[in-house]
Each structure stands twice: as structure tokens, then as C-alpha cells.
């Protein structure tokens, strides 16, 4: 698997303790921890930033300033939606939307979609639905329903503009996404009771969803986002209710049913074929043969990648080609 997918699959993974830390704190408003945890881990990573690379100007605000909007809009609009909707309903939408919304976002952007992403998104949203399904009780509340997919096509929107950001080659821009994002929900704090942040338990947690679940986890996406796709990262961070799950069960002692149980199969399986490489994006890069540099033909079959080399008439290990992924330095 590509570095890349591991940074996105373990901020995922971070962004899966926010709902069992969020269940710690004692007389926390929603809105208020959305723009405090956004504060503490932009400011957090600003800090750093400028120690050891002091205060690069070398980004596209428009951009930076529309991806810190599409965070710091997700905040409320996530956090009311679960309020009103329901933790389960809130979350299957918010999370299970965003890949849809992604992928209609890159389709308008003429960006072709691959049969990988499709299929495996499909069977990470029926597994992630599947999930949740015993969860989702009571009647459904439509504005909570409407706030989650605001969150969900918010999330997407920050995806977008985050690989903007990459792709216009800016440099350590994430710190000042976050901390931007906090400072726009800064007039929230003035409008809710902040008191609960005296205890030092809650001090503590926000610690952690600051600068955990919030500054690591997101510089951790960012960079595996330079190598794939914005539907593909979108799709990836399915795994973060997954994690909350196995957190349910671990931590706070909660059971799953066997529909549970198998949407969690369901979830892992699409993961594993939506980070799949496809065969346009293989066969778009020309490698050359170590032996007589002629180019090779690469060759996808059942998700295996292999390369032949028609002069010298044999297949070729990926490890032995300078330039791939897989390329092994030999002495």
C-alpha cells in the first residue's frame, strides 16, 4: 500500500477518538468545542511552523482562505446536525454523503472516475450505513438531516480546495487552514457557555481533539492527499467510523450485531478496492527497462501490476524499476 494511503488511513483513524473523546466532556456546548479544537491544533501547528520554517508566504490565499471557510463551516454544521438528527443518522450522512459529494465535484471538473472507486465507495457506504443501522432511532429530525449533508458536501469542499492548495505547490499552509477556520468561529464562543473549559478533564481532552485529532490527524491527510486523488482521500476516511465502532465496544463497552459486524466487512472490503491503483492510472506512467532502457508495458490483471519488456521478451519486477513506488536500491 502507498504511503500516501497509510497517512489518510491513520488520520482517519485519529479523526474515529473525536466521538469517544466528545462523550468525556462534562457540560461541553457542540459549538463551542468545534471552534476550540480548530484553535488549539491551528495554533498548535502555527507555532511549530514558524519555529522551524518561520512564516512562509508562499500560497494562494483565495485558496487557503476557502479551505479554512469549508472547515470551519463543517464545525457547526456537523455538530447541530447530530444534535438535532441523532449521533448515528447525523454521522452515516455527514461521512457517507461526502465521498458522493466529492466524486459530483470531480466529475464537474471533467476529472474521469475510476470502476474501483465507484464499486469500492458503494460497498463502503452500504457498509458504513449498515453500521449505523441499529443506531438510528426515534423520528428523524430534517433540518439535523440537512445540517449533516451541509456538513458532508463542506467536508468535500475542503478536500477540493485542500488539493488546490497542494497542487499550487504551497508549503505548510495546513496550521493556517485550522487556525483560520477557528478564528471565523471565534463570535460562536461569545454566544455559548465556555465555563466548562475551567476543568482540567475537559482541558485535557481538547488537548487531545486539538491537537491529535485535529493538527496531526489533518497533517496527516494532507500529505498523503499530494499522491491521491479527492474522491479517493474522501472515500478513505470512511475507516474513521469504523474506528469509532471498535472504540464503542473497547472503550465505553457497547455490543455489535451481527448487521454491524458485517457492515463492518462490507466497510473494510470497499476500502481495499477504492485505494486500489486503476489501470489508467498504471498505464499513464512510462517506465524504462533496467537492462536495455527500452519502455515497458505495464500489464494489470486481478489488481496485480507487472511490466514486460518486449526487447528482451521478459517480465520485469517492479522493484527492480527506477522510478517506481515499489524500486529497491541495491548496492
Known amino acids: 500500500m502507498k504511503k500516501s494511503y497509510f497517512y489518510i488511513i491513520l488520520a482517519a483513524i485519529l479523526w474515529g477518538t473525536t466521538g469517544t473523546s466528545q462523550s468525556f466532556l462534562t457540560g461541553a456546548h457542540p459549538l463551542s468545542v468545534g471552534a476550540i479544537r480548530l484553535l488549539i491544533g491551528g495554533g498548535g501547528l502555527l507555532i511549530y511552523d514558524i519555529i522551524k520554517y518561520g512564516w512562509t508566504k508562499d500560497f494562494n490565499k483565495f485558496h487557503l482562505f476557502l479551505t479554512s471557510l469549508a472547515i470551519a463551516i463543517y464545525q457547526p454544521l456537523f455538530f447541530m446536525g447530530v444534535k438535532l438528527a441523532g449521533v448515528a443518522f447525523a454521522t452515516v450522512l455527514a461521512i457517507g454523503s461526502a465521498p458522493i459529494f466529492s466524486g459530483v ?46 456538513a458532508g458536501l ?30 471565523i468561529l471565534l463570535p460562536l464562543l ?59 465496544v473497547f472503550v465505553l463497552k457497547e455490543s455489535l450485531s451481527p448487521l454491524e459486524l458485517s457492515g463492518m466487512l462490507l466497510l473494510i ?14 498505464m499513464e506512467k512510462i517506465y524504462k527497462c533496467p537492462d536495455c532502457d527500452s519502455e515497458l508495458e505495464a500489464q494489470i490483471s486481478c489488481g496485480s501490476e507487472s511490466y514486460f ?7 520485469i519486477s517492479r522493484k527492480k524499476i527506477k522510478g517506481h513506488p515499489n524500486y529497491e536500491v541495491t548496492s
Open 269 to 282: 472490503i470497499g476500502l481495499l478496492i477504492s485505494s486500489r491503483p486503476s489501470r489508467s492510472e498504471v
Open 190 to 248: 461569545l454566544l455559548v457557555d465556555v465555563s466548562w473549559m475551567t476543568k482540567v478533564s475537559n482541558i485535557m481532552l481538547m488537548i487531545h481533539l486539538g491537537l491529535i485529532a485535529t493538527g496531526l490527524s489533518y497533517t496527516l491527510f494532507v500529505r498523503g492527499l499530494k499522491h491521491v486523488s479527492s474522491p479517493e482521500a474522501v472515500t478513505l476516511s470512511l475507516i474513521e467510523p469504523l474506528t469509532a465502532s471498535l472504540l464503542g
Open 105 to 150: 465535484i470531480e466529475y464537474l471538473c471533467k476529472r474521469p472516475l475510476s470502476k474501483s472507486w465507484l464499486i469500492g465507495t458503494l460497498l463502503s457506504l452500504i457498509g458504513c450505513l449498515s453500521l449505523f443501522a441499529g443506531r438510528i432511532i426515534g423520528d428523524i429530525s430534517i433540518l439535523g438531516a440537512l445540517l449533516a449533508l451541509g
Open 154 to 183: 463542506s467536508y468535500a469542499m475542503y478536500v477540493y480546495f485542500s488539493r488546490k492548495l497542494i497542487d499550487a505547490g504551497s508549503k505548510h499552509t495546513t496550521s493556517k487552514v485550522f487556525f483560520l477556520g477557528g478564528l
Open 309 to 315: 519488456c518486449k526487447s528482451c521478451k521478459k517480465l
